[in-house]
């Protein structure tokens, strides 16, 4: 198995400390390592996309005519900036992590 390499920017606050005693065992842990770090910092996270209806279902919290009112306007609301909306052809996907961090980002602090 070739061994991999990822640079790890300057200002990343974790250090893996990893020391075994076996050959076999330190590469194992090197793997693991490399496969933790692009988990962390997002290098192979895939989004979950979901049609509005199945978003809907999923979400019941977002209605059908809700989510589609968001999408219409999304140019105006900062969902189109997002990216949280993909169209392919007439089929309009939602990309779930984006979406949601687009709604946290519309919090304005509520009542306290």
Do not use: Y
Request: net charge positive.
């Amino acid at each position: 198995m070739p061994e991999e390499s990822l640079k790890i920017p300057a200002a990343f606050p974790v250090q893996l400390l990893i020391s075994p005693v076996q050959k076999r065992e330190k590469n194992a842990f090197r793997v693991a390592g490399v496969a933790i770090l692009r988990c962390i910092l997002g290098l192979t996270v895939m989004s979950i996309f979901s049609t509005v209806d199945q978003f809907s279902k999923k979400n019941p919290a977002f209605t059908k005519g809700g989510l589609r009112a968001l999408i219409f306007n999304e140019h105006t609301n900062g969902l189109a900036q997002s990216g949280a909306i993909l169209r392919i052809g007439r089929k309009v996907l939602i990309s779930e992590s984006k979406f949601f961090a687009w709604v946290e980002s519309q919090n304005q602090g509520g009542s306290k």
